[in-house]
């Protein structure tokens, strides 16, 4: 319990920390717009991000798959997809 509680603030204050620079650059970053240029930025792309690093983890699982089966019983897809989809939650919101 003490690990899932210090884990969850140690994700929450990197995601703040990273807003924080983001809003303290955005001057720097976008002249003319300032803060309201970064918005985008942070509301629809970072998202497709996170779907396309969620994507190509589920490709290479899928690649990998038969390479870890030369050293082990080999795993359901459905299995892989559940272990593998569930750590990369894990990482990117606690």
């Excluded at 620079?21 to 955005?26: A, D, E, H, K």
């Excluded at 792309?45 to 699982?61: C, D, T, V």
């Excluded at 870890?68 to 299995?79: F, I």
């Amino acid at each position: 319990m003490a690990s899932f509680v210090a884990n969850g603030l140690v994700f929450f204050f990197v995601g703040a920390s990273v807003v924080n620079f983001l809003v303290r650059v955005s001057d720097e970053l976008f002249p003319d717009t300032g803060l309201l240029g970064a918005a985008p930025l942070m509301l629809l792309k970072l998202p497709l991000i996170l779907a396309a690093s969620f994507g190509l983890r589920g490709l290479l699982m899928w690649v990998e798959a038969p390479l870890l089966s030369l050293y082990g019983p080999m795993m359901s897809w459905q299995v892989s997809w559940f272990v593998g989809s569930r750590r990369s939650m894990h990482v990117m919101a606690p």
